[in-house]
């Protein structure tokens, strides 16, 4: 049966072909560059519903080993199918999409199902050679791929926060009246109404009781900080998690001593940790004990290159992370947010937080 799925689920195999093609891994910078080192691969482990499947790289060939099954593919062939793979992943592929000139490559690959298998995870555990250490060492890695698009944390209902509308009393004609605003821009002109009324917001906890305890896993008070950057995502121009970490900076909703701030990069720290944990798993709606084994990154590129982030130094991609993270405005309707409410006689306003590459 052949495979059918979008250009995440397809990126996954392109990463797979392009390190067996290439044989080397080229580390990433913080701003996506390649570092000047490749890391020779020897061999790519993977686990498959049919079992483990070991890729062998021999200068003109690599060897695939499925149990007893052993077969060879040429390293030329694998060239031509990551530029066919990465022709399909670029025009994008929303929904479930067949490629079938993947598919004989495919077999020979013994890829049978894009789902991972694994009990950490990852996609696949490469071997090679860290020209650092000058010691050849294994990572288990997760590809993300930039051109089918990076959501750190997907819309979700359990992602909303909840913010009481402080100093305005609301007829119903009026809450109404507000919560008729239609566009693209629903939610913040609603917020700027609202605060044109004389209101403040201040903020109580997230909707989800799960999503607060998995904050607190990164501090304990780091609800509140979300909560101030997802309110100044929408009451202001500020999109990308960098620069609405600067405001913050001046804000300073910790209310901690200027030192901390500035020479120990506190805000900078708590945010980084917070992105990590969503890369390593965080979810809204699902407990996070942040268990296991860190895995590598291998991004893939929008030029089809790919960039290694090794777990075991995680600051470069950490500071990716800073660096690109932007807000989005979900789907309001069906998420639930944006409106305003009364809960127990207390005006509300729930914003959500959806947060993306």
Not at 92 to 104: H, M, R, T, V, Y
Not at 114 to 123: A, G, H, I, N, T
Not at 322 to 342: M, P, S, T, W
Request: hydrophobic share 35%; proline share 5%; aromatic share 10%.
């Amino acid at each position: 049966m052949a495979l059918s799925g979008n250009s995440n689920d397809w990126s996954g195999v392109y990463a797979l072909v392009e390190i067996l093609h290439t044989g080397s891994l080229i580390p990433g910078a913080p701003n996506l560059s390649a570092q000047d080192t490749e890391m020779p691969v020897s061999r790519v482990y993977r686990e498959d519903v049919q079992g483990i499947v070991t890729y062998r790289i021999q200068p003109e060939k690599i060897t695939v080993k499925c149990g007893d099954a052993e077969t060879e593919i040429c390293r030329e062939e694998l060239e031509q199918a990551a530029n066919v793979l990465f022709s399909h992943i670029r025009k994008g592929l929303p929904e479930e999409n067949e490629i079938p000139e993947a598919e004989d490559m495919l077999e020979k690959l013994r890829f049978s199902e894009f789902q991972s298998v694994s009990e950490d995870r990852s996609d696949f555990t490469v071997f090679y050679f860290n020209t650092g250490t000058g010691c050849e060492q294994s990572s288990p890695v997760t590809v993300k791929s930039l051109p089918a698009g990076v959501f750190l944390l997907p819309a979700h209902r359990a992602a909303n926060l909840k913010y009481d509308i402080l100093q305005v009393k609301f007829s119903n004609p009026e809450s109404n009246r507000i919560n008729r605003i239609d566009g693209p821009q629903e939610v913040r002109m609603g917020l700027i109404e609202i605060m044109r009324l004389g209101a403040k917001l201040k903020y109580t906890a997230p909707e989800s009781k799960i999503f607060q305890d998995n904050l607190s896993l990164v501090d304990l008070h780091f609800p509140k900080l979300l909560a101030e950057i997802t309110r100044l995502f929408f009451t202001t121009e500020l999109t990308t998690v960098e620069t609405i970490v600067e405001e913050i900076k001046v804000t300073n909703p910790y209310k901690i001593r200027e030192e901390l701030i500035i020479k120990n990069g506190f805000y900078e720290y708590k945010v980084k940790q917070f992105l990590h944990a969503l890369t390593a798993g965080m979810k809204p709606a699902k407990i996070y004990r942040g268990y296991g084994r860190p895995l590598s990154h291998l991004l893939v590129t929008r030029k089809g290159g790919l960039r290694f982030y090794s777990a075991d130094d995680p600051e470069p991609f950490d500071n990716y992370l800073f660096r690109n993270a932007r807000l989005q405005v979900a789907d309001c309707e069906k998420h639930k947010f944006g409106f305003i409410e009364k809960e127990n006689g207390q005006w509300l306003i729930k914003l959500n937080t959806t947060i993306s590459l």
